[in-house]
């Protein structure tokens, strides 16, 4: 289980979240919504270290992590590798294929032996449906293709959580389709997701617990259905805003 | 042209050039190499905010790009043994090129590094990288690229900028000209035909550049940075 505690970031004087405490469950699926500048995407950041939070503990499976307590920088990096991330943006290597995007990690950080890396990431391949494209660079693929890959180079370190920031903000629908569909099946499998997305009948399908963030603060969690039913102004505001 | 003249073109032609060959150009590849190592130091230092180096790198190009190179030059070679600190004028010219271009090149890396999205950096942070692993593995290969172009610049401007050197008695093309001029009085005849060497050597470079540029295959994206890299240094 991933236990989030009274987690505080601060940029200067912007306070962007606010005591926050969160509980995520193992092999679930959670869906982070809340409306722009709200501080979905810094709560994730911080889970995977790519933000220090000022304050508060992040415990994954008994590994603790407490803030107000300066953290050495080994103990930093053991952490962030047990998740993995997908960017809005993908951000794939662009000067390396996408095979060697998807070792790079296994390789360099994991130290795995080349060829078990190349076997594994060739089966990663297959799974996203792009094993054919292992030679091409990323600027020859489209951008579900290239998200697809990124999602393949996260899944390359066999991360505990997964971590997306609005996967298919950048695609247009039909190839953001293709992604979606993607991430439907691995929620279904056994890994522990966590996903910000503004797109409500993906969330509605995939989610097991949805979290609504407002102002860097937890307004409501729950079930998708939960949430719909609460008649919570704000959620029921926010939700209509998006239809 | 009246035959003394082809007669004076043609006897020098080939003691310049041999200085060329002897000087100009060892001068500017020795210089180049070390300028360009220091320079990937420099800006590697400033882009990673080590401290202390840090400033002291900052301090460096500060001081080297606000000097003329002649100052520098003739402090290296005319100063220094006050102090009694002698350096030959080859090591000396080398020296204070290299220190030159370190210092300037220092900016296209740091530039060049600079352009490359943050978002490359987080994702390798995000596999679980070390700071030195994202910059080796990420993000200097593509800051490399991306800096070949303005380099290659700087390396062409070497070329016309050791005929300073001449001021510190190294026998490079233009100090082999002056010497040959002070026979012949023919300055005219002499600093065109040196002139014109250069302009061969600049053109040969040139006409390189263009090839390794069709063949880093760049982007528009990568273009559009190079060309700022190549403003700010003009
Ligand atoms: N690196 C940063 N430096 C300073 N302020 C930041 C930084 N990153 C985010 N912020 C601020 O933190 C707040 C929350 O930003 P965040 O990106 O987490 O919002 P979000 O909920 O993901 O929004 P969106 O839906 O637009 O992606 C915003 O006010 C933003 O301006
Ligand atoms: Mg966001």
Not at chain 1, 127 to 138: A, C, I, M, Q, T
Not at chain 2, 81 to 99: L, N, R, T
Not at chain 2, 169 to 178: D, F, K, N
Not at chain 2, 217 to 234: F, S, W
């Amino acid at each position: 289980m991933l236990k989030i505690e009274k987690l505080n970031k601060y940029f200067g004087d912007n306070h962007v979240l606010k005591d926050i405490s969160l509980d995520i469950e193992t092999k679930k699926t959670t869906v982070i919504i809340g409306s722009s500048g709200s501080g979905k995407s810094t709560l994730l950041r911080c889970i995977n270290l790519l933000e220090t939070p000022n304050s508060g503990v992040i415990n994954l499976d008994g590994t603790e992590l407490d803030f107000s307590k300066k953290i050495p920088g080994n103990v930093k990096k053991s952490f962030t590798k047990r998740t993995g991330m997908v960017f809005q943006s993908f951000n794939l290597f662009p000067h390396k294929t996408a095979l060697e995007n998807i070792i790079e990690g296994p390789v360099v950080v994991l130290k795995k032996d080349k060829k078990t890396a190349i076997d594994e990431a060739m089966e990663l391949l297959r799974r996203v449906g792009l094993e054919d494209k292992r030679d091409s660079y990323p600027n020859q693929l489209s951008g579900g293709q290239q998200q697809r890959i990124a999602i393949a180079r996260a899944l390359a370190m066999k991360p505990e959580v997964l971590l997306f920031d609005e996967p298919t903000s950048a695609l247009d629908p039909e190839l953001g389709a293709e992604v979606l569909g993607l991430i439907k099946e691995l929620s279904k499998e056994d890994y522990t997701i966590i996903i910000v997305t503004h797109n409500m009948s993906f969330a509605r399908e995939v989610s097991d617990e949805v979290v609504f963030v407002e102002k860097g603060e937890i307004l409501a969690k729950g079930s998708y259905d939960d949430l719909t039913a609460m008649h919570n102004e704000r959620i029921t505001q926010f939700l209509s805003y998006l239809d | 042209m009246d035959a003394r003249a082809i007669e004076i073109l043609t006897e020098s032609f080939w003691p310049i050039l041999k200085a060329g060959l002897c000087y100009t150009i060892p001068l500017t590849l020795i210089a180049f190499v070390l300028g360009t190592l220091l320079a990937a130091l420099v800006a590697i230092v400033r882009v990673s905010k080590v401290p202390v180096l840090n400033k002291i790198c900052e301090l460096y190009v500060w001081i080297i790009r606000g000097t003329p190179l002649l100052v520098q030059l003739f402090l290296v070679f005319f100063g220094l043994p006050k102090v009694g600190i002698v350096i030959e004028p080859m090591p000396a010219g080398i020296m204070v090129f290299s220190i030159s271009i370190g210092a300037y090149s220092s900016e296209i890396f740091r530039a060049a590094i600079l352009s490359i999205p943050k978002g490359q950096w987080e994702a390798a942070m995000a596999l679980g990288m070390s700071y030195p692993q994202q910059l080796i593995r990420i993000i200097l290969p593509q800051a490399f690229k991306i800096a070949l172009p303005p380099l290659f610049n700087s390396f062409i401007s070497l070329v016309k900028d050791t005929s300073l050197a001449a001021n510190i008695t190294i026998p490079e093309m233009l100090l082999t000209t002056q010497r040959i001029t002070a026979r012949n009085y023919e300055p005219l005849l002499m600093y065109i035909e040196v002139g014109f060497i250069y302009l061969l050597f600049c053109t040969v470079l040139n006409f390189v550049q263009t090839k390794m540029e069709e063949r880093l295959m760049l982007t528009p994206d990568e273009k559009k940075k190079i060309q700022k890299i190549n403003d700010a240094q003009a």
